[in-house]
């Protein structure tokens, strides 16, 4: 049986969520060398660090909003408003368009972060199905796979008659259909009466709350460290990819078709993390495994010059995000007290948003000047420091 007793009933909802979102998520494979039609490396490093700083400004005091007035407020909000920018891309016809487009999509996407696993956590555990907590990461990871199967292989076809533009319109209908199921799914709640300054006070009080608690709680903070490092790391490489693919000679389509054999082979990977995590005898030393081995893949870009070796460090990229998101939020969550759950979520996107930041920066300053493939050994390397933390967690 794929779903557990009663798992559709709590969690049917989310997951189709997820899946119609990621099947319109057509861009994936082409947003960089879209904006790199119209705008230097540089200027994209720009936009993506605005981006990273809308994240910084905005996450901790929508996480609050979040906690005022619901998570499920706060994630249909965020998913509209994104939905609705998405739909503008194409339109953008300078540089500082452009910039203020990202910042507001930075902005808009803090009210999803946090809120998201908040609402979904919380409300399992108010219906005493916290057994349900793990199986939905483990099984949000394979019905988004699966969706984007066919959204990247669409997403090729697109490319190669209709050329990048259409797809935009896609990725936010995909948004827009995913947010409207969730005004059907319950939520659990207690809505406070409260005014706008009293909003603020309390947005300034979860912002130390969620602070002294990351900061305080060892694993939490060795999680978020390890977390930082690898966001710098990925945000180098996740600009860089795309160009280098088609360096190497692959065909714009092809990205998309190399994203669908990543996808498809993403549906059954999350099924084998307990496996290995029991082999491994412990969850940090699962994550840096994977860091390591990544690390290494990416490292070995100053020696190799390969379309075969390009393309599949790209698929087995995407399979290692699906190995570690679909067991680090679990066990992220379960150190969170379910008051706070929002806002130290928030204040864990807060904290990426600079490495993030941190990642744009170094793209920008070398990218244009050093070329794609020594950005993705840069990203090898600074992705080692997570290894250290991940090692120095004891519960």
């Known amino acids: 049986m794929i779903f557990k007793k009663d798992e559709l009933k709590y969690l049917g909802l989310f997951y189709f969520n997820d899946f119609f979102k990621t099947l319109f998520a057509v861009i994936g494979a082409y947003w960089i060398i879209y904006f790199n039609q119209k705008f230097s490396f540089s200027e994209i490093a720009i936009g993506m660090a605005l981006m990273s700083i809308a994240i910084f400004l905005f996450e901790v005091p929508t996480g609050a909003i979040a906690d005022v007035f619901g998570r499920k407020f706060s994630v249909i909000l965020g998913g509209l408003l994104i939905s609705l920018i998405t739909l503008t891309i194409p339109f953008i016809d300078s540089t500082f368009s452009f910039w203020i487009t990202l910042f507001v999509w930075g902005a808009a996407g803090t009210f999803i972060s946090g809120a998201a696993n908040a609402w979904i956590v919380d409300y399992l555990k ?32 697109i490319v190669k008659y209709y050329g990048m533009t259409p797809l935009w319109f896609v990725q936010s209908a995909g948004f827009f ?61 996740s600009i860089s990819w795309q160009p280098l693919l088609v360096l190497n000679g692959f065909k714009l389509e092809h990205l998309g078709y190399l994203l669908s054999l990543g996808a498809a082979l993403g549906i059954f990977i999350p099924y084998i993390t307990q496996t290995v995590i029991k082999k491994l005898k412990h969850e940090k030393y699962y994550f840096s495994s994977l860091t390591i081995i990544m690390s290494a893949l990416y490292s070995l870009f100053f020696y190799i010059i390969s379309p075969l070796f390009a393309g599949f460090v790209f698929v087995i990229k995407h399979l290692k995000f699906v190995l570690e998101d679909s067991v ?8 969170v007290p379910s008051k706070i759950r929002a806002t130290v979520g928030s204040f864990k996107s807060l904290i990426l948003s600079i490495g993030f930041l941190i990642g744009d920066l170094i793209v920008g300053l070398t990218t244009d000047k050093i070329g794609v493939q020594n950005s993705i050994v840069i990203a090898g390397i600074i992705t080692l420091p997570a290894v250290f933390f991940f090692l120095k967690i004891k519960e």
């Open 126 to 157: 108010n219906v005493k199905k916290e057994s349900l907590i793990r199986e939905y990461y483990k099984k949000y990871h394979s019905v988004s796979n699966f969706s984007f199967i066919f959204a990247s292989l669409f997403g090729g076809l």
């Open 177 to 237: 259909l995913g947010t409207l199921i969730l005004f059907k799914q319950k939520e659990y709640f207690k809505r406070r009466k409260t005014n706008i300054k009293a909003h603020l006070k309390h947005a300034y009080k979860n912002i130390i709350k969620g602070a002294k608690f990351s900061i305080n709680h060892k694993v939490v903070f060795y999680l978020l460290m390890s977390s930082f490092f690898i966001v710098i790391g990925e945000e180098i490489a």
């Open 328 to 335: 680090f939020e679990p066990y992220f969550q379960k150190f």
